[in-house]
């Protein structure tokens, strides 16, 4: 089985790669090959193959249909806030480059007599409303309020197309905001989701920009990307070709501030309630802290999962040594 | 005010190409420039600037940028049949030559420093999923069951992108299908509708191959030019600006194949219950024969109109001496 990975320097795709590269396997198929493609890669394990380039680039395309991939998770994007400020440059990537790697690897398979590759992509809970409906389900209409989740959902729509075709097999996963990013400035009004993690980890103190009742959807980055390398193997319904049916939100944890601050004063043993200053901005609190219920059913139905408890999901978003424990291993 | 019509030698671009020609104004505003394209235009009225060739072609893209247009009639499409069995043209035509044009208009006027073109696009029923569901409503989520829908339904979501961003003012209706379409075999299977009348305006037998009880949505193609010039001046409402909230499903007649023949009859003096033979065939009558009722208020309140009664269907379908008497002057 031949894989591809694009995004594959950013967040998530970093971990997914890690992961893929670790298990050696996709369900019960072992990979012959793993590419990793992304405008910047540093150094990878030795094994991966590296595609270093923009996907827009005509060269970078080639080199994508050379590879002739099985499965694409496909993760490269512009994000949200970088879309809103340069909505060309998210045509160019989030739209134009998405739709071209659709219609390269449905090509390619044609053209060898392979089956549809299958397209694991990474879209977005941005396709729904702001605020989010509540409660939010797989087949609550989207009306995406930026143009990040509109490019996103346009891409669905396609993918869903290719899908019903038969000549892709597309699954969209709609990502929440996932957890903990690095403690690098990102300008991600969000940051403060992953910061949170890191001070309280650090036995510092935090100025939070929501409230304690704020309650926001929680997913690790590797639980993120064990739910990506799933939805490669999960089996929908074959009743449905349209976008709706080839999407599916996550499971989450839905937790307020205080819970989360709670976990993680008991996993690391630090006094949250000193350490942690409410000062709710109202902007903040209405986009990052007003997160309804999540009717995940559909996604559950199909072996998606959320972290499990608080803790879990502290542990995977932060401890590096989990993976060495063989959490990984536990989840085929 | 300069105008631009694509797909103007089409069925529906022709007649809403005479339609401006004759009026030479949009609302009360002049028109300075009409101009047509299409792959084919064949022979226009004087003082309408023709681009022949096809959008998807770098130079017709050109000579679109130069015309500089204030509206533009977004209607040239690869049909739903032809869309389903080669969808490489609709990706070409019906999604990424749609998507450049649209890039196109908005940064033309931004460099030009003009306010956002205008951009009515001739979207589609075909965005629902199939059967249609009960009632059909503007916000009924689109779930397109072919590839021509799909296609659709990825433009309209980025028009109202591009529209909320204030880079154009989208407006995507959604057609229905529309009469008469000339006599000439099309190898369209809805063709029936438009042969009924045909038929029975001549006199002659007709074999239906829907019962005579199957419900169908009935727009004729002026109307439907009509709507088009409409939904250039039509204010919606400012919220909201989303997909969802600038597409509007058309006012309708929703009639059964007797009611239809009925009014044919009275209108022409035949006899439709000699003259038609009714012999349904399932798959047609799953098709174009099962129109649930259409919620279309929110169109309505915009003042989008449909043909108003059954004989004004007929007439405005099949006269074509109704443009002489003055008719569409009586809406503006």
Chains 1, 2 share one sequence.
Not at 2 to 17: C, D, E, K, P, Q
Not at 292 to 300: G, H, M, N, T, V
């Amino acid at each position: 089985m031949r894989v591809l990975v694009t995004g594959a320097g950013g967040f998530i795709g970093a971990i997914l790669l890690r992961l893929l590269h670790a298990r050696q396997r996709i369900g019960n198929r072992p990979i012959a090959l793993l590419a990793a493609c992304d405008q910047r890669l540093g150094e990878l394990p030795a094994g991966i193959a590296a595609i270093e380039g923009d996907l827009g680039e005509a060269q970078v395309m080639e080199r994508v249909a050379a590879l002739a991939p099985d499965v694409c998770f496909h993760l490269a994007a512009v994000p949200g806030g970088a879309a809103e400020a340069d909505p060309a440059l998210s045509r160019r990537v989030n739209l134009h480059a998405s739709l071209d790697l659709f219609e390269t690897l449905a090509n390619g398979a044609a053209r060898r007599g392979a089956g549809p590759p299958v397209v694991v992509y990474a879209s977005t809970i941005a396709v729904y409303g702001h605020p989010l409906p509540d409660p939010v389900r797989t087949d609550t209409p989207a009306r995406p309020p930026m143009t990040y989740g509109a490019h996103k959902l346009a891409c669905e729509i396609v993918l869903a197309d290719f899908t019903r075709r038969g000549l892709l097999d597309g699954r969209s996963l709609r990502l929440p905001g996932i957890v903990a990013r690095p403690r690098a400035p990102s300008g991600l009004v969000s940051a403060f989701m992953s910061d949170v993690m890191h001070a309280l980890k650090a036995g510092e103190p935090f100025t939070c920009p929501v409230g304690p009742s704020a309650t926001a959807w929680w997913m690790s980055a590797r639980r993120c990307a064990q739910n990506l390398v799933h939805a490669a193997v999960m089996v929908p319904a074959a009743s449905g070709a349209d976008a709706a049916s080839r999407a599916w939100v996550l499971p989450v944890l839905r937790l307020s501030m205080e819970e989360l601050v709670g976990t993680l004063s008991s996993v690391y043993g630090v006094d949250g309630r000193q350490l942690v200053r409410y000062t709710p901005q109202p902007a903040v609190e209405a986009v990052f802290g007003r997160y309804p219920p999540l009717d995940d059913r559909a996604a559950r139905a199909l072996g998606l999962r959320d972290d499990g408890t608080p803790s879990a999901l502290v542990q995977r978003a932060l401890d590096a040594g989990f993976e060495a424990a063989g959490e990984d291993d536990a989840w085929r």
